[in-house]
T-cell receptor
Framework: GQQVMQIPQYQHVQEGEDFTTYCNSSTTLSNIQWYKQRPGGHPVFLIQLVKSGEVKKQKRLTFQFGEAKKNSSLHITATQTTDVGTYFCAGGRVSSGNQFYFGTGTSLTVIP | NAGVTQTPKFRILKIGQSMTLQCAQDMNHNYMYWYRQDPGMGLKLIYYSVGAGITDKGEVPNGYNVSRSTTEDFPLRLELAAPSQTSVYFC?????????????FGEGSWLTVV
């Protein structure tokens, strides 16, 4: 079945430090989306990557899609307390009817 | 700006009871989904629908049923609740599943089976 893993599962950082979460799929993805879920909240869409090797930036967030379209990363520069939450990647596969399968998530804690 | 609306928000069920989680979206989206999220875990797809009258199983469909009689509504039915179904349930929708289509989530339904 579809396997989308994320590492690390948990990350604690001091405010101002950088943070990176990695997403790895056992199969080639058609595209990948990233979501953020605040504690007690619901997932909220951040961005979608489609092309091999694509890099997108949103202010302090940088998203990358691997050349083989099997992995992705989210990097946050100079974390702030508002970055607290769980970050999920969701991989889409054409062979699965374009359904998105969510990764296991990385829970980020930012210590002020 | 309702988006995706789920009810109830919280529910406690006894083992063997049945219930329906309601989900409605007002964005005229074709695709609707039900996910469950166990504590500290990711989202698992239970069922999805590509349009009215069409439903399909996701990763973890056992113990659940769905129907899609209208574009707007996608209820999830638990027939014989079990403790393993204690989870947070998210309904979601998207216009399609092609590139550039965001999945919009409801606020979640917290279900405890005791």
């Amino acid at each position: 079945g579809q396997q989308v893993m994320q590492i690390p599962q948990y990350q604690h950082v001091q405010e101002g430090e950088d943070f990176t979460t990695y997403c790895n799929s056992s199969t080639t993805l058609s595209n990948i989306q990233w979501y953020k879920q605040r504690p007690g909240g619901h997932p909220v869409f951040l961005i979608q990557l489609v092309k091999s090797g694509e890099v997108k930036k949103q202010k302090r967030l940088t998203f990358q899609f691997g050349e083989a379209k099997k992995n992705s990363s989210l990097h946050i520069t100079a974390t702030q307390t508002t970055d607290v939450g769980t970050y999920f990647c969701a991989g889409g596969r054409v062979s699965s009817g374009n359904q998105f399968y969510f990764g296991t998530g990385t829970s980020l804690t930012v210590i002020p | 700006n309702a988006g995706v609306t789920q009810t109830p928000k919280f529910r406690i069920l006894k083992i063997g009871q049945s219930m329906t989680l309601q989900c409605a979206q007002d964005m005229n989206h074709n695709y609707m989904y039900w996910y469950r999220q166990d504590p500290g875990m990711g989202l698992k797809l239970i069922y999805y629908s590509v349009g009215a009258g069409i439903t399909d199983k996701g990763e973890v469909p056992n113990g659940y049923n769905v129907s899609r009689s209208t574009t707007e509504d996608f209820p999830l039915r638990l027939e014989l609740a079990a403790p393993s179904q204690t989870s947070v349930y998210f309904c979601a929708s998207s216009y399609s599943t092609g590139t550039g289509n965001t999945i919009y989530f409801g606020e979640g339904s917290w279900l405890t089976v005791v």
